[in-house]
Structure formats: structure tokens, C-alpha cells
């Protein structure tokens, strides 16, 4: 059955999969991403989590599963595992990049033995709204739409009502424009190995606010000897290389400051696209090091507030915001100067991310949404159990939940100004 825009009909399959083809007229240089959204009764989503894109491609059951590949998107949906609360399942198609709906010269969708051919003449939207799957009398029914979205993910995300960290009563800004998408692709082209990373990184600045941002970008180090089987695994360069692919976007020279620290601390030579391969490595030979040591100098025990004050000194001028990305596999046990260094910063523009790497002992930094003694909440952490289980999309995730909150926080306490 065809079925044309604004149409209904009756789905006779409870294992349903929907199919959407499209074709590219040859100018267009631009990506396609699909999403569907679980709504209720007030075509709202049920939580974030109701939001199945390419950062989240399935949700907690897996009754809903967003499989893509060129030229073809697959939605695949068992409607009876769906929770009862779900009373309509809308899929749309976000166009990221410069173009618009009018750069594809074909959109179809078929799904239990109906097509669609969505209408995409003389169109300037970014956004479509192809179709919604919904609940009616005991059953399920199918209604092709084709309905227009201007602006691209996130204006359609808080359409459905997802929760993009925006503050109350802040405008959200625009979409980010196309070049600084560009960019990023280009500049991490220097090193082809973290060109994938361009797409979750700007997935995750656009759902918390932070694609026009800019902040200068620290990185450091635990090389206390419990970290051993982290830096000869690797994993200590890849999340460095991750945190500098970051960096790239957050700061305008690309450059990505670090410290490491075990006993002793010491600043490193800035990290960049330039130099990041086997940065890693060339910190552990740059001289002899003792039995328990993993870079030569630092000793092998953990001391993190010398470290942080060092760090503190050099950005309590700063007119940008610091992001601190900190990583360790615990053994926490300076309670009392960890809270009085991070106490200090929070009147400065620094903002503190603690990653757990594949450790235990965590102490404070596990507490630190208890510590409410200081101007403002400039902390966060999270745990990751083994890095190499988890996802770049996930990861980008983490790293810049509770930033822009800060970054709101501190320029209502004028600690930052525009």
C-alpha cells in the first residue's frame, strides 16, 4: 500500500521493521542521522534514555533497535516488549552539515508491506519528521508524516522534550555552524586514526550546550606505580588521544596541557596532534627510572594536591574557562587538601573532571556531589571499570556531563564573564 503524507494505516505485525532508503543528489556533501523517539500520551519523551540515536542506538530492553549503513536505515521494533507508557514511537532524520532536505533526491520508507515516498521538492528544512508508530484501540497503526524541522538534533530533541542541560531562563544557542564541524574533521586529519572521533564528540557538544565553547584543555596524570597495567595496556595513551582530539575543539591553538604526577608531580610539554603519537611512551624514557616508578622522577606513590595547586596557579588568571581532565585509578587518601584545593578553584575559572580508570579507593572524588562547602560545584566524576569496553560515544558522554551547568554557574557568580 502507498501510503502519501499525513495518512494512517492499520500495522498487522507486532515484530515490526521499518526501512528508510534515501540517495544524495552529487553535491551533497553533508551526513544523515536517524533517531527515534518513545513518547507518551503528550508526545514527550518518558526520560533520555527514550532518545534512540546513533549515540544511544538501542534502548535498556531492547525493544528498540537503530541499525545504519549507507544509504539505508533500519528501525527495528518489538511493539509488545514496549513499555505501556509508550504510546507513540516518532522516527525523524536530521541533516548534519550545510545541506538541507532538498540535497537528497530520494526518501522512502517501507515498513509491513507499506511505502512511503516522502516529498522532498523546493524543501529547506534540516529536519524531518518522517513517520510515527502509535497505539490505537489495542493495536498498533503506522502514519506517514514528513513533517518539517528546522535546525538540526537538539531544537528536535527538546521538541520531544529531552533534556539538553539547558538552564532555566538561558536561551540555547544556535546550532554550531558548519565550519567548525569542517574544521574539526580537518584538523584531526593530521592523524587519521582519530578522524572517527569528529562525530561523537560533536553528538556530545551538541546535546550539552557546548559546541561554540571555548576553554583551555589540561590533562593529568596518576603514574603512581598501581597504574602500571593501565599505561602498558595502552589505555593511557587512548584516552589521552581522545582528550586531545577534545582539545582540538575546545581550544583555539589545539593544544592540550600536562601534568603528571606520582610522589612528585611535573609539567610536560603541551600535547598536539603534532607530537600525540606515542606521547605516552616517550614520558616513560626520558631518563632512569626506579623499581616502582612509571616515568622517571615522579616516584610511585600517590600525592594529588601538589599537582592540583600547581595547576591552580597556572590557570587562576586565565580569561577562559579550564577544563581538568584528571585521571586515576584511586587510592585517594589526601582528603582534607584535595577539598581545600578544590574549595580555592571553585572562585576560580576551573572546572575539575575526575576519571576513575580500571581502579578502586576512590575516596572523596566519589563524594564530591556531598562536598557542597565551596562557591560552586566545579567537579565531577565517573568510574570506568575496563576503557576498553566502553564507547567513544559514551565516553564523550561523560567527560562533559555537568560542564556547561558549570560554566552557567560561574558566570552567574561572575567568577567567568564573557
Not at 533526491?105 to 524531518?128: C, I, M, T
Not at 530533541?157 to 554550531?176: F, T
Not at 564507547?391 to 561523560?398: A, F, H, I, P, V
Amino acid at each position: 500500500m502507498e501510503l502519501t503524507s499525513g495518512q494512517n494505516t492499520v500495522l498487522a505485525t507486532r515484530q515490526l521493521e521499518v526501512q528508510l532508503t534515501y540517495a544524495f543528489h552529487p553535491h551533497f556533501t553533508s551526513d544523515l542521522d536517524a533517531s527515534a523517539f518513545l513518547l507518551n500520551g503528550d508526545e514527550k519523551v518518558l526520560s533520555d534514555e527514550s532518545m534512540i540515536f546513533y549515540n544511544q542506538p538501542r534502548n535498556a530492553n531492547g525493544s528498540v533497535v537503530l541499525e545504519t549503513e549507507p544509504g539505508q536505515v533500519r528501525l527495528r521494533l518489538d511493539l509488545d516488549r514496549l513499555a505501556e507508557n509508550v504510546s507513540k514511537v516518532a522516527l525523524t532524520l536530521v541533516i548534519d552539515g550545510k545541506d538541507n532536505i532538498s540535497g537528497l533526491s530520494a526518501l522512502a520508507l517501507q515498513a509491513d508491506g507499506h511505502r512511503y515516498q516522502v516529498p522532498l521538492a523546493d524543501r529547506s528544512e534540516k529536519a524531518l519528521i518522517v513517520a510515527q508508530i502509535y497505539r490505537h484501540q489495542g493495536g498498533w497503526k503506522i502514519r506517514a508524516l514528513g513533517q518539517g524541522f528546522n535546525g538540526g538534533l537538539q531544537p528536535l530533541a527538546q521538541h520531544y522534550g529531552v533534556d539538553i542541560a539547558a538552564p532555566e531562563n538561558v536561551p540555547v544557542p544556535p546550532a554550531a555552524p558548519v565550519t567548525t564541524t569542517v574544521s574539526l574533521e580537518k584538523k584531526l586529519a593530521k592523524v587519521p586514526a582519530l578522524v572517527s572521533l569528529a562525530k561523537p564528540i560533536r553528538v556530545s557538544l551538541e546535546k550539552h550546550r557546548l559546541h561554540d565553547v571555548k576553554a583551555r584543555v589540561a590533562f593529568v596524570l596518576d603514574a603512581s606505580g598501581s597504574m602500571t597495567n593501565q599505561f602498558k595496556s595502552g589505555n593511557v595513551q587512548k584516552v589521552l588521544e581522545r582528550v586531545a582530539a577534545l582539545a582540538v575543539q575546545f581550544d583555539d591553538d589545539g593544544a592540550l596541557e600536562l601534568w603528571a604526577f606520582g610522589t612528585e608531580f611535573k609539567k610536560y610539554e603541551d600535547v598536539t596532534l603534532d607530537n600525540l603519537d606515542g606521547y605516552v611512551e616517550r614520558l616513560r624514557s626520558t631518563g632512569k627510572r626506579s623499581m616502582w616508578e612509571i616515568i622517571p622522577g615522579l616516584g610511585g606513590t600517590n600525592n594529588e594536591p601538589p599537582v592540583m595547586q600547581d595547576i591552580i596557579a597556572t590557570f587562576s588568571d586565565s580569561t577562559q574557562p579550564a577544563f581538568v581532565v584528571f585521571i586515576t585509578d584511586g587510592g585517594i587518601n589526601k582528603t582534607r587538601e584535595i577539598k581545600n584545593a578544590i574549595r580555592e578553584s571553585a572562585q576560580l575559572p576551573i572546572f575539575w573532571k575526575y576519571m576513575g580508570l580500571g581502579g578502586s579507593n576512590y575516596g572523596i572524588l566519589e563524594k564530591l556531589d556531598n562536598f557542597t562547602d565551596r562557591l560552586v560545584d566545579n567537579t565531577h566524576f565517573f568510574p570506568v571499570d575496563d576503557y576498553k569496553r566502553i564507547s567513544d560515544e559514551r565516553l564523550y558522554d561523560l567527560l562533559l556531563t555537568e560542564f556547561r551547568e558549570w560554566l552557567d554557574e560561574a558566570r552567574r557568580k561572575k567568577i567567568l564573564r564573557d
